[in-house]
Each structure stands twice: as C-alpha cells, then as structure tokens.
C-alpha cells in the first residue's frame, strides 16, 4: 500500500481525491438566500441534520474543524443573540448541553470549544444567521499538519458522523 503523503525537498503533497467533486464544481449549487434557513427545507439526512427541536436544531458543520464539530442553529433568522426571545436561548442552550453529553459519550474528547461568532470581525462565515458552533478537542488535534501545513485532517466522511450521531439525537 502506497502511503498518502509524500515529501521531497520541493513539495509535499496530501492526495484527497475525494474533493475533485467539490473543486470541479459538481453538487454545488447556488444558494439564495440563508442556508441555515434553506437547510430546514430539506431532508434531514441531506442536510445533516441532527435534531429538530421546537424552536431551534442541530447540524453537523459542513466543515469542520474536527469531527463531530455541530451547530445549534434557532429557526428564527436574526443576526444575534439580543435579537432572540427567553424561549428560543434557553432551548438552544438545552440542545448546547445535550450535545456536549452526546459528544463525550461517543468521542470522549478532552474538552470543547463552544462559541458564537457575531459579525465578520469577530469570525463569523455567515453574519446573518447567529449560530452556536460546539467542537470537540483533544490534546493532540492541532498537530503537525496543522502548525505546519495549515491542513486540518478529518478522518470521517460527513455521512458517517451523522450515521454514527443521528440514533443518539433521536433519543432526545
């Protein structure tokens, strides 16, 4: 078996050629509108979809930053969290929590990043829908590639972290 990366005084290279759909183009489509509010108009399964609660779901992070890196997003479409009632905080904070107990039983990670990123300033890819991004991490997750090669490697394939994932949502 031929290993997958190669060195040389000139270049590396890390063969993924899973992504040539994506760099050709192919799936894309383009979106109008918001796509976390596209997203809950479609199947869950297409989406990645984890959990629909009353006022707000869970979805895996199309990319991500480590596996199992989700995203509780309220249905409502505001930019922040001084836009959103009592109701809609407290359920997304209750799926927040429900996540952390999902990920620490199925990838026992040594810690999370929990966070919100509010405008382009402060980080947030899409300013117009607020989001709350949960991360898994382990001691070791920011390793060479990361330093030095600025690539994140993620093992798993989307569909098979939301295989894994979705019977433990369904039990919410």
């Known amino acids: ?5 190669t060195s040389s005084a000139i270049m590396k290279q ?10 050709q183009g192919e799936g894309k489509e383009e979106v109008e509108g918001c796509i976390f509010c596209n997203k809950i108009e479609r199947p ?3 989406e990645h979809i984890l959990y629909r609660g009353a006022r707000s779901y869970v979805t895996l992070n199309r990319y991500p930053y480590n596996n199992g890196h989700l995203m509780v997003v309220p249905y409502a479409h505001v930019r922040g969290l001084e836009d959103l009632d009592t109701e809609i905080l407290l359920e997304m904070m209750q799926l927040v929590q429900a ?3 999902i990920l620490s039983g199925v990838y026992a990670p040594e810690g999370f ?3 919100i990123n509010e ?9 117009e829908h607020l989001h709350v991004h949960v991360v898994p991490r382990w001691s070791h997750d920011a390793n060479y ?27 919410l």
Do not use: K
């Not at 890390?14 to 760099?23: E, F, K, Q, T, V």
């Not at 405008?119 to 300013?127: D, K, M, P, V």
């Not at 590639?145 to 369904?170: C, K, N, S």
């Open 14 to 23: 890390l063969w993924a050629p899973w992504r040539m759909d994506y760099l």
């Open 44 to 46: 869950d399964e297409e």
């Open 119 to 127: 405008g382009a300033a402060a980080g947030a890819g899409i300013e």
């Open 145 to 171: 590639m990361t330093t030095i090669g600025q690539t994140r490697v993620i093992p798993e394939m989307l569909d098979e972290t939301y295989a894994i994932f979705r019977p433990h949502f369904e039990r």
């Open 99 to 101: 996540s952390l107990r």
């Open 113 to 115: 990043n929990v966070g």
């Open 1 to 5: 078996m031929r290993a997958c990366w």
